[in-house]
């Protein structure tokens, strides 16, 4: 009785098997890793442009202005009250937004009245 053998040696395989294989890693790449960069370059754009009396909100959620950027030390020191001048030191990943440049407010929640 003959062995049936699954794979021949020397076989051709057809490249079509291969088609759903390829295009998920396609459609995952456009729809995973490049966007994400996306988001990477904008936020690292955002951190470079941040300067002098820039309104910043942080992760944490604390809304300042900027008093100066150490580029080279990545930090950036925050006034929080203009009243006493406290201020804070920060790394730069630390800012999430950047609410208005150079006191200009922006078109985000600031600039809309708050709900009592």
Do not use: C, W
């Not at 390829?22 to 994400?36: C, D, K, Q, T």
């Not at 904008?42 to 941040?50: E, N």
């Not at 009396?53 to 950027?69: F, L, Q, Y």
């Not at 006493?84 to 730069?92: F, K």
């Amino acid at each position: 009785m003959p062995v049936h053998i699954l794979a021949q040696e020397g076989g051709f395989t057809n490249p079509l098997t291969y088609l759903p294989i390829v295009a998920i890693l396609v459609l995952g790449y456009f729809m995973l890793i490049r966007p994400e960069q996306k988001k990477a370059s904008d936020a690292q754009k955002m951190l470079d442009g941040i300067k002098k009396n820039d309104r910043v909100e942080t992760i944490g959620g604390i809304i300042a202005t900027v008093v100066s950027v150490k580029k080279d030390q990545q930090e950036v020191v925050l006034r929080l009250d203009d009243k006493s001048g406290t201020e804070m030191r920060v790394r730069m990943r630390a800012i999430a937004t950047v609410l208005s440049r150079e006191g200009k407010t922006s078109d985000n929640a600031e600039s809309q009245p708050a709900k009592s």
